[in-house]
């Protein structure tokens, strides 16, 4: 059973673009939202993460938008550079608390 | 802070054998472990996770006996893929959690079963 739905599956953005990806969770004793950044052939990286109790957080030019009511949260990287082209996954809790649930995951092109 | 280590990052085995995956949290002590699997273009899916000095908790559909967990100490976790077949070749990451939460992950370890 999927708890977190994200979109699109690919995004193709200029550089010095705005790229936006979106994730919906279900669980609404979720409290912990963070973001993934990987390379091929390498481990995720945590980007940046955000608690419910803030609807937005922003560190450097990725910033996580968070909107309780709908029970979605988007990663928004400002001024996309070529070295963001990644795959980006959001992540949940699972019901039980204790691990990780990934959505399907997100993969980001930035064209020169 | 928070660096996460697999060793080896990649092995090649013949079909029948068994293959041992080693996971460190370098600089934190870490009581949970997690393991997950990556096919090529696929999202991380959730294995087992690893509680140090208790039994792992496997996720629906994965064979304990085929992929045996050990969390020794606070900070190594392995991973064991007992007579590995070709469809147990894939991406096999780990992940250790310092605080509530937060994971971080080792950088991979690409299984291939001839």
């Known amino acids: 059973q999927q708890q977190v739905k994200q979109s699109p599956q690919s995004l193709i953005v200029q550089k010095g673009g705005i790229s936006i990806i979106n994730c919906a969770y279900e669980?609404?004793?979720?409290?912990?939202f963070p973001w993934y950044q990987q390379f091929p052939g390498k481990g995720p990286a945590l980007l940046i993460a955000i608690r419910p109790d803030v609807s937005e957080k922003k560190e450097g030019r990725f910033t996580i938008s968070f909107n309780k009511s709908a029970k979605q949260f988007s990663l928004h990287i400002m001024d996309s550079q070529p070295g963001d082209s990644a795959t980006y996954f959001c992540?949940?809790?699972?019901?039980?608390?204790?691990?990780?649930?990934f959505g399907k995951g997100t993969t980001l092109s930035v064209s020169s | 802070g928070a660096v996460v280590s697999q060793h080896p990052s990649w092995v090649i085995c013949k079909s029948g054998t068994s293959v041992k995956i080693e996971c460190r949290s370098l600089d934190f002590q870490a009581t949970t472990m997690f393991w997950y699997r990556q096919f090529p273009k696929q999202s991380l899916m959730l294995m087992a996770t690893s509680n140090e000095g208790s039994k792992a908790t496997y996720e629906q559909g994965v064979e304990k006996d085929k992929f045996l967990i050990n969390h020794a100490s606070l900070t190594l976790s392995t991973l064991t893929v007992t007579s590995a077949h070709p469809e147990d070749s894939s991406f096999y990451i780990c992940?250790?959690?310092?605080?509530?939460?937060?994971?971080?992950f080792g950088p991979g370890t690409r299984l291939t079963v001839l």
């Open positions: 669980n609404t004793a979720f409290d912990y």
């Open positions: 992940s250790a959690r310092p605080a509530y939460n937060e994971q971080f």
């Open positions: 992540a949940a809790p699972n019901q039980a608390g204790t691990a990780l649930i």
